[in-house]
């Protein structure tokens, strides 16, 4: 199987900030990488797949980088909306894995 | 416009079974694959398997093989988990989720809670 590994697994900022996550997978999986953002007592909102491109309706503060088995998400300028806990996800091949998830506090 | 809507909570005991629907809208069941994800109280994301449901064809996670059964209903476009000899550790939200290999997931369900407890 493949490991995703996430960091930070939790992460404290301000209104306005700008924030990185970071995603390593065990092995290459090329772009086949998604992004999530999940809400408590929410279902996961998709926001980026193909490590860098952005579902429909997500805003443009959000962006993905990287390829193979580096990958990285950036909140352009948090906003309260923001906070939330993020999960990367690769589907490569099966079974599909995810990260252990990053949550994102406010200062 | 696509939707995935999901059967309602429930409570089993140990050793028993649950099935959980998921119902799709748009043109989910005739191109796409459902996958089953679990997330346990605090925990994170457990991708458990798919189906493709023009197909019938299924892929189980190795954690699950043997215990877990996915299927569909094309002509209700609904898809099914059903995940038998439950113990305590299977009390989670499942949610059916549009996606597999080389398919973003796209769109999810609102989940379903499942108890188990004596």
């Known amino acids: 199987d493949i490991q995703m590994t996430q960091s930070p697994s939790s992460l404290s900022a301000s209104v306005g900030d700008r924030v990185t996550i970071t995603c390593r997978a065990s092995q290459d999986i090329s772009n086949y990488l998604a992004w999530f953002q999940q809400k408590p007592g929410k279902a996961p909102k998709s926001l980026i797949y193909a490590a860098s491109s952005l579902q429909s309706g997500v805003p443009s503060k959000f962006s993905g980088s990287g390829s193979g088995t580096d990958f990285t998400l950036t909140i352009s300028s948090l906003q309260p909306e923001d906070f939330a806990i993020y999960y990367c996800?690769?589907?490569?091949?099966?079974?599909?894995?995810f990260g252990g998830g990053t949550k994102v506090e406010i200062k | 416009q696509v939707q995935l809507v999901q059967s309602g909570a429930e409570v089993k005991r140990p050793g028993s079974s649950v099935k959980v629907s998921c119902k799709a809208s748009?043109?989910?069941?005739?191109?796409?694959?459902i996958s089953w994800v679990r997330q346990a109280p605090g925990q994170g994301l457990e991708w458990m398997g798919r189906i493709i449901p023009v197909l019938d064809l299924t892929k189980y996670a190795q954690k699950f093989q043997g215990r877990v059964s996915l299927s569909a209903d094309k002509s209700t476009s609904t898809a099914f988990m059903e995940l038998s000899s439950l113990k305590s550790e299977d009390t989670a939200v499942y949610y059916c989720?549009?996606?597999?290999?080389?398919?973003?997931?796209?769109?999810w369900g609102q989940g379903t809670l499942v108890t188990v407890s004596s």
């Open positions: 989720a549009r996606g597999d290999t080389g398919l973003a997931t796209d769109y």
């Open positions: 996800q690769q589907y490569d091949s099966h079974p599909l894995t």
């Open positions: 748009g043109d989910t069941f005739s191109s796409y694959a």
